[in-house]
């Protein structure tokens, strides 16, 4: 449990969501402490976010950085790369079929893995059926995402959401919601 708890809360991190992890969820990654990782950044030396937890998870293969060698931490992130991160972390099979959605084509880099985050219903695309794989990913989007890839529960859905610009009408309350409960955010920074 501690693990899950640490992977979603570095892969929120890695994506800007989590400003930090605990002391106690950071002493969970052993496999970055016992072993240097295949590579790192310049760019993120030192980072607020975390250089340790940013090369666990290039180690572990859920990220890279860009064609020019660097890693860029503080970019926003696409849709699309957050799926290939949740997907390459779950270790899921590929799926190389035509697109699931009509604006992702079959030659777009992470069809494969957005085809396999629809199948396995992490991911859902807008009312209008498309996926918009280039827009930038909300916090919200990667609460819901986050909820349904690693099957996390509301423990207590009479507790009230600790973050007041978070209304109880919002699309994603109850994923928020979830993953407060279950210690993997933090809010802004």
Known sequence: MKLKKTLIATLSLSVLIAPTLTGAESNQVTKADSAPPIKTFDDIQGH???QHNI???IDVGSINGFPDGTFRPDEPITR???VKMIVSELGLPLDN???VFPDVTDKFWAKPYIN???TEAII???PNGNFGPKDLLTRGELASILVRAYNINLRDKDKALRFPDV???YWAYDDINA???FGAVKGGH
């Open 48 to 50: 607020w976010g975390g």
């Open 55 to 57: 090369e666990y998870l």
């Open 80 to 82: 699309a790369s957050a």
């Open 97 to 99: 079929s035509d697109s």
């Open 116 to 118: 396999t985050g629809k």
């Open 124 to 126: 859902k695309g807008y």
């Open 167 to 169: 209304k109880y009408k």
């Open 179 to 181: 993953l407060d409960q």
